[in-house]
């Protein structure tokens, strides 16, 4: 079998699976703003926790494309759990990037069972988008270190076991510290309530004293910086995935409802302008599907657009995730504003991703930082 066939084989067996497993569950996640226990109990059936990481490690040793398949799949019908499930993957790259063995022993096996989950603390109160402009410290104690500061806005806090803790270490650079959830020192703020992936728990996480011991620091206690730059590259595909799902489910929800919704005596499927519309929105999701399969195929090949890549496919897919359900409300009329239709949820979920793991603006940012990068010197 052809890789080809074989992704396809993966995305069909997925696309089956999230219709009847995690579907039915979506709407009920959002109206109830509550963790997706069950969506995330049918991914466990499905070995998915374990997807990203390697076989030695108890994982499925699925690449990058395998990952962006099952992240797109999931979000196609239910942005919540695809974003659960890949946060854990990030939050544990590090370790098994940078880690040593025995800490990759004692964590990543749980993850990738899907007994414990992980969240990934960059952004604070005082900002997202200036990571090295972070607050929160690490300083050598007897060992190991101790943290204190605060970290904000982080996804699945409260629910994971584990947290992928990037702080300023109090001697040089900065490190990444495996935190646990039961660790003195560590505590949770309040939940925040949102606009939209309100299945998605959202809180502070606050280091007072925190004691971390020496075995549980990623790698190099003063290279955290780099490590966390590379698992963005790493993320940001992942990111994309999830923008382009869901601008899927919104665009295959627009094409059932327009095929059968009646006016002037026909199927506004039947219109010129809603065939225009409907064309642009598919072209949009595949233009952006391709841009995204370009990033992933030069993807870990030490290829020096790899960065910029993984930037632009993370600004096309989430802005079409954006595009593609605010058209989606449009040609479902006022139905498309009332709860009862997916369309509108997928709206107002698709919104977050153009913000978080580095805002549309960053994005740019960095794509003109690497068009320019030929004329510009290196700390212009
Ligand atoms: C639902 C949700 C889940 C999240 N999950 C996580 C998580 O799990 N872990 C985590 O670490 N973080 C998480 N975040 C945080 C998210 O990554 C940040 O909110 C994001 O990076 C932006 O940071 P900020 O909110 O501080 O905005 P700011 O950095 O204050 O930016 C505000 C505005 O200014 C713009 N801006 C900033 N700097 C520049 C510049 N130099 N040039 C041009 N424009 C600029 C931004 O694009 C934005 O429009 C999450 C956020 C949300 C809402």
């Known amino acids: 079998m052809e890789a080809q066939d074989i992704y396809e084989a993966h995305r069909a067996y997925l ?3 999230a219709e009847a497993e995690i579907k ?14 069950e969506s995330i109990a049918a991914i466990r059936k499905l070995d998915l926790p374990g997807l990203a990481f390697p076989a030695a490690f108890g994982g499925g040793d699925g690449d990058l494309m395998a990952q962006v398949l099952a992240v797109e799949e999931i979000a196609r019908v239910c942005a919540c759990t695809a974003h659960l499930m890949l946060t854990s993957w990030v939050a544990i790259m590090p370790l098994v990037v940078a880690g040593s063995a025995e800490l990759k022993e004692h964590i990543v096996p749980q993850v990738a069972a899907g007994r414990a989950q992980a969240s990934f603390c960059l952004t604070e109160p005082g900002g997202g988008s200036d990571v090295a402009g972070i607050r929160t410290v690490g300083e050598p104690t007897a060992g190991g270190w101790r943290l204190n500061g605060a970290k904000r806005f982080i996804s699945n806090a409260g629910v994971a076991d584990w947290y992928a ?17 039961d660790d003195p020192g560590i505590s949770f703020g309040r939940a925040e309530r949102k606009m939209g992936m309100r299945g998605s728990p959202l809180a502070d996480v606050l280091f007072d004293d925190c004691f971390v011991p020496e075995g549980r620091v990623v790698g190099d206690p003063t290279a955290g910086y780099a490590t966390m730059m590379d698992i963005l590259t790493y993320s940001r595909p992942l990111i994309a995935a999830h923008g382009l799902g869901i601008a899927q489910g919104a665009l295959d929800e627009t094409i059932a409802y327009t095929s059968q919704r009646m006016q002037f005596g026909q199927p506004l499927s039947r219109f010129q302008m809603i065939r225009g519309m409907v064309a642009d929105m598919m072209a949009e999701v595949e233009a952006a599907r391709s841009l995204l ?3 992933v195929a030069i993807a870990g090949k030490n290829d020096e657009r790899a960065r910029a890549f993984a930037s632009m496919a993370k600004l096309l897919c989430t802005n079409a995730a954006m595009s593609i359900t605010t058209n989606a409300v449009q040609l479902h ?11 509108e949820r997928m709206m107002r979920d698709a919104k977050v991703t153009q913000i978080w793991e580095g805002t549309n603006q960053i994005q740019q940012l960095l794509i003109a930082k690497h068009a320019f990068s030929p004329f510009e010197s290196q700390d212009s």
């Open 165 to 181: 803790v990037l702080a300023r270490n109090a001697t040089c650079g900065f490190g990444i510290f495996m935190v646990h959830r």
């Open 15 to 17: 696309r089956r699976f």
């Open 333 to 343: 009329g006022g139905y498309g504003y009332i709860v009862d239709y997916p369309v």
């Open 24 to 37: 039915p569950f979506s709407a009920i996640v959002d109206e109830e703003a509550r963790f997706p226990t």
């Open 293 to 295: 399969y370009r990033c």
